[in-house]
């Protein structure tokens, strides 16, 4: 089967500028999770979505973050405006249900601020 | 709260050798236990659930629950296991999510 597919691969941008990563889950699957992964750390989740809702954005930083899943299908994650600290590799995961299914992970976008 | 510590962030052992990533969590109820792999330029992938309490590549992990731990092993370590290893928690009441450790780079030396 397909795996989650997440774009671009890599970014760079300058300080307060915008910037958006797109996800396209596995076909099927209801839950949609972005994690932040900043270097030497393990992923922490931002944001998590059953179908087009959000179940759980409690780490979100949402004086700049913002993510939507209009359809229940793709999902973008806008940072506005970015900072340093942001640079970081953005992972985008999917499972069938919320709960005890497996969760599958994207191959990430690095995203570098300067 | 959950937490999850992965003391080494650096192991290295000889081709052959057996090898232990260690993981220690915090939670209040029972968890669900993960390992995630990741090797050079590849996504982050499911290893094992201690649910499962299966064998994958060779490596078994158990959990222990006095002592709060989900060690992972392997009784002969090989070149194609070196990679970034995450331990993981799910809490019956976080809807899904993980809590990540910060990772064990292993590397297998020939």
């Known amino acids: 089967e397909a795996g989650v597919a997440q774009s671009p691969r890599y970014k760079i941008i300058e300080k307060r500028q915008s910037v958006a990563f797109w996800c396209n889950p596995i076909?099927?699957?209801?839950?949609l999770y972005w994690y932040q992964q900043i270097l030497g750390q393990g992923p922490k989740l931002l944001i998590q979505?059953?179908?087009?809702?959000?179940?759980?954005d409690s780490q979100l930083p949402k004086d700049r973050f913002s993510a939507e899943r209009l359809k229940g299908v793709d999902s973008t994650l806008k940072i506005q405006p970015a900072k340093l600290e942001d640079s970081a590799v953005y992972l985008c995961?999917?499972?069938?249900?919320?709960?005890?299914?497996?969760?599958?992970f994207g191959q990430g976008t690095r995203l570098t601020v300067v | 709260a959950q937490r999850v510590t992965q003391p080494e962030k650096l192991l290295s052992v000889f081709k052959g050798a057996p090898v232990e990533l260690k993981c220690n969590y915090s939670?209040?109820?029972?968890?669900?236990l993960f390992w995630y792999v990741q090797y050079s330029r590849q996504r982050l992938q499911l290893l094992l659930r201690?649910?499962s309490r299966e064998s994958i590549k060779g490596f078994t992990a158990d959990l222990n629950k006095g002592e709060t731990s989900f060690h992972l092993k392997k009784p002969f370590a090989q070149e194609e296991d070196s990679a970034m290893y995450y331990c993981?928690?799910?809490?019956?009441?976080?809807?899904?999510?993980?809590?990540f450790g910060r990772g064990t780079q292993l590397t297998v030396w020939p």
């Open positions: 201690h649910i």
């Open positions: 939670y209040s109820g029972s968890p669900e």
């Open positions: 076909s099927g699957h209801a839950t």
């Open positions: 979505f059953q179908n087009n809702g959000v179940v759980d």
């Open positions: 993981a928690l799910r809490g019956g009441s976080t809807l899904g999510r993980l809590y």
């Open positions: 995961a999917s499972s069938l249900v919320q709960g005890n299914t497996e969760a599958f």
